[in-house]
């Protein structure tokens, strides 16, 4: 079992920054990545950004344009998000994701957080 617990979201003037935090806890041991998803009101869920849990491979959506930046502190458990010059668009419900290959194989995301807020005010 692997719980995720995010935070850091909240309300935020466009061009402004944000760092979400997605810590994990239970078997991290047999996590292979961590993805980040977000929903907008009325939108399906989208890809935003992933990162295996070594830390060797990154991966991002292409509207990211250099804007975000995920990264990991192995010590707490924990990948970060970092948003910068944020945008209206980029309000959502912000999710973090562990896809755990001794579930199901890799491919697929096991383990889900409750999700943050993310508010962008023009």
């Known amino acids: 079992q692997v719980q995720l617990v995010e935070s850091g979201g909240g309300l935020v003037q466009a061009g402004g920054s944000l760092r979400l935090s997605c810590a994990a806890s239970?078997?991290?041991?047999?996590?292979?990545?961590i993805g980040w998803f977000r929903q907008a009101p009325g939108k399906e869920r989208e890809f935003v950004a992933a990162?295996?849990?070594?830390?060797?491979?990154?991966s991002y959506a292409n509207f990211m344009k250099g804007r975000f930046t995920i990264s990991r502190d192995n010590a707490k458990n924990t990948v970060y998000l970092q948003m910068n010059s944020l945008k209206p668009e980029d309000t959502a419900v912000y999710f973090c994701?562990?896809?755990?290959?001794?579930?199901?194989?890799?491919?697929?995301?096991?383990?889900w957080g409750q999700g943050t807020q993310v508010t962008v005010s023009s």
């Open positions: 994701a562990a896809d755990s290959p001794v579930v199901a194989g890799t491919g697929s995301y096991d383990y």
């Open positions: 239970g078997r991290t041991f047999s996590i292979y990545a």
């Open positions: 990162i295996n849990w070594s830390g060797t491979t990154t």
